[in-house]
């Protein structure tokens, strides 16, 4: 049986890699088409779909009474998206990758002040259902602000007048004819980005059980890296295609999706009661991810190879702190 899921393993890697590529061409093509920057098309596009086997994981964890698995999934999945989907892009990357910083400032800001809400709330242990409504309403928010502000003035796509933002944009006929082939590559390649992630953790979750490795580790390492997969595969092929651009907004899309989105949604379909000790590790180790992640790049607006080291470096202390406190 262990040489079956180990060759599932293998064959779910190399088809990952290849619908990611997929994804990642037709996402381009959309943000090309519709002249909207290719930053703005990670957040949301990017961002939304490549979380999709994180919510899926957390709020199955949460429905089953698995409260450390649903928490530690959301929190392991941004700690992974930083310091390994986003360094791999930077180390791999032929050229260095320039950042927006004017959108990194509107989007950092938010992202670390949530973050630091998230942990305030749960400081006690216990994130209730008004808790997770709490992050739901403040993801409402930020999707209003960012389509009905953000995305449209600065892509070109209206005008910038009230009337203009609330209808939103009228595409043409030969723009929707357009849009097809790039979006049936974003449905497929997405399509077999989730399957063949979910593969990899149905394997990685028996690897992990038949080791006897503790519920919280399994959660916040092994979980959380097999439902990140989409960001990993999706990150280093944009790297790779010299899509930089697209590979930060993922990260930084489904960094905010993962605290609002998931959590939020987890704990209102069944409250997260974990231990605070793992509380107090968890959300003040993805912190300083992310504040590292976000101080990199606003260096120079750029992210070059020895940044993604550093990140890294980051990543692999989490690993080692993860196993020494709770294994």
Known sequence: MIYLHGAALLVAFAILFKCADLFVDGASRIATILNIPKLVIGIVLVGLATTAPEFAVSVIAAIRGLPEI???????????????????????????????????????????????????????????????LILLSLLGVYFVLL???????????????????????????????DLKAPATKVLLGLAGVIITAEVIVWSAEYFARYFAIPEIIIGSTIVAVGTSLPEVSTCITAALRQEGELAV??????????????????????????????????????????????????IGCRLNRYKGFILLGFYLLYLFLTFHLFL
């Open 249 to 298: 907004g993922n990260i930084l899309g489904a960094d905010v999706l993962n605290i609002l989105w998931i959590i939020g949604v987890a704990s209102m379909t069944n409250p997260i009661i974990v231990d605070r000790e793992i509380i107090n590790f968890k959300f003040p180790y993805m912190i300083l991810m992310v504040t590292v992640m976000l101080v990199l790049m606003r």
């Open 147 to 177: 389509f009905k502000v953000r995305i449209f003035r600065e892509s070109g796509l209206i005008d910038g007048n009230e009337e203009a933002i609330s209808s939103g944009p009228r595409l043409s006929k030969a723009v929707r004819r």
């Open 70 to 132: 649903a928490l530690g999934n959301a929190i392991g999945s941004v700690i992974v998206d930083d310091g390994v989907a986003l360094a791999l892009a930077a180390i791999l990357a032929p050229t260095v990758i320039f950042i927006n910083c004017r959108m990194l400032r509107i989007i950092g800001a938010f992202l670390l002040s949530i973050d630091f809400l998230a942990y305030f709330l749960a400081r006690d242990g216990v994130l209730s259902r008004w808790e997770g």
